[in-house]
């Protein structure tokens, strides 16, 4: 094996092509990152200025400069002061969990049980998932408005969900409606289906239960799964807008991103530093997430593609 | 529950091997797997409860809603086909079905063919590959809300960064969001760029599960890079493909963040789009039959789209 490969190396015909190709290579790689970085600005850009922006004065933000001629820490504690924005942080916080730690419990055992376990209608409830990764929220917006403010026996309703607000302003309206999306069990599931139906077999035979094979068997082979569905998850619910304003009225369970358009609300009065600055603020965590979680992020999503 | 499992398939070999085998096997097997089918609808019963409640419920209220007089006060009417034919002639309505129209058709192939030539460019390996992915991923992770303040920044007319850099060029200033016939395409821009990076990744992921032995093969037969790409790379991301398509299109046609915070369909109806009007119909005349109508609408172009979506991938997709 490496006495043939040592030899080619030792012929010095062998190593001018490789150098040549390496030279050429070189170039080409310097037009390559050139453009990537390039891109890479573009794409940044906005962030960028977002964050100098947050470090400027009233007046300097009138007119176009890129750096801020002091650099104003201060807008932050301001921005702080302005709006109760550790309290739509902790908000944020909480719904953030709990919508990530009901999604990992339920969707990986749907996800699962499509993919390996032959159930009645298993390739019928997998299209049913897909079909409905195509709703869009907006359309479900009003009914399910309807629904959750009858919820029975929530929020002074009777047991018909009459009478009172059900889950309206509260963390299970905020949290249990959208903690399920199909489209983490469809992920879920194209995770499960790329391991070997031997492995639970074999666990089978020794006498582990069902939901033992899924638990301790299968699920920890999917790492990468579980971390690109809680990094999806969380971002989705960190950055929720919508949903929130429609069922939240008070600032005891608003998240970040309401707190950011209600401080934004009048444009003739609008502090821009300080909205910059909470913005900046708001998105620093889902930054840090990315940065930290990307290696398995990218891994995990190799397989979704994988088997249709 | 050893002893359930093993003794039947024990007895059955015991007593006479060949038979036995063919005879107790699907046995144990059927009732394993009635176990089995049992334990897996206990399973899969939270996500379809919650799924049910929560979506399937909504949306065929919202398909029954569409033939009502539904005003969230009284009873609703049911009053035929009437909505759709009044959505026709509604200028709003058609001027946001063109505007959603033209912002899917320009955003979703650009984007994807931005993105597959990034993440084949960050598949070379490169250094700082941490540092570019991070950079191009950056606009996903944040929220539309500040996406949107920020472009507004921007596309600020007066001291805006887009117009800083045009003077930069000599060239006069354009009204990016304030000119009806700039509106929706500084948009797309946004929307190119906000949704590029979710692409990338996914084509990024695909990319390394490209079979280097397919390319090393196709290299030593004498393709050229472009071969490669061609017949090697391209139909391995087919299933990829199928992913970022279908939701691209479905991400596409919801755009609605963006437009509230940053043109709220303005200027005149020159970035109406879709669900901005149904917002606008149910909660800002309370129409919400009328709105759910338009809703209706938009499930069957966006089904429509998938097909079309799906025919001009066909070719190319392997499974």
Redesign the interface.
Known sequence: MTSPSTAVQAIPGAIVPTRRRKKRVTIG?VA??L??TV?????????L??IL?AFKSELE????TWLPAVWRWDNFVGAMQTAPFLQYFRNSLVIAVGETAVTL???T??G???SS????GGKF?LN??IT?????????????F??VKSVPLFGGNDIFGQGGTGWLNSWWGLI?????A??F?FLARQFYVSLPSELADAA??D?V???GI?WRIMTPLVKPALITIAVFQI?AA??G??WPLMITTTDDLRP??LG??IF?QNPASIQ?PY??AG?AL??LP??L???FA??Q???????????? | ??TT?SKPSEVGVAQSPRPGRSGAAPRRRSS??S???R???W??A???V??V???????I??IL?AFTDYSFSGAPNFIGGANFVELFGDIRFRTALVNTVLYVLVVVPVSMAIALA?AI??N?K?RAL??????????????????G???L??FNS????A??VL?LFGLSPVGWLTDPNHALSSLMVVGI?QG??AKM??Y???L??VSPQLVEAANLDGANRWQVFRFVTWPS???????VL??SI?GT??V??LVY?TTKGGPGLATNVL?FD??NN?FGSLR?GY??AE?VI??IL??GF?ILGRRLQGANTH?
């Open positions: 790689r390559l990152y453009v990537l891109g890479a600005f573009l794409m940044i850009a906005p962030f200025w977002m922006t933000v009138a007119r176009f419990a339920i969707c055992m749907a699962y049980v499509l376990i032959p159930i009645r409830l049913y998932f409905l990764l195509m709703v869009p929220f907006q359309i479900i917006l009003v009914p399910l309807l629904i249990v409606p959208l903690a399920a199909p489209i069990t089978r035979m006498g239960g069902e939901f899924f971002e960190w950055n807008f919508l970040l991103q950011l358009a934004s821009w909205l910059m913005t708001a998105t889902m930054v997430l990315f940065v990307q290696k992020f990218v891994e995990g999503m190799a397989n979704v593609g994988l088997k249709g | 529950m050893t499992l394993v797997v176990r089995q089918k334990a897996g609808w399973m899969i939270p996500a379809l919650q799924s409640v929560f979506i399937t419920v909504p949306t209220a919202a809603l990034v460019a960050l070379q490169i941490g540092a570019f992915r991070t950079a191009y991923y950056i606009p996903v992770v944040t929220a539309t809300v500040a996406v303040t920020v472009w920044w921007i007066g001291s805006g960064l117009n800083g003077a760029w590029l990076g990744i996914i990024l992921a695909a390394q599960g991301l087919g299933p990829a493909q199928f992913f279908i939701t479905v046609f919801q609605f963040d915070v669900v149904v917002y149910a919400l709105a759910s809703t938009m499930m966006i089904g998938i499974d």
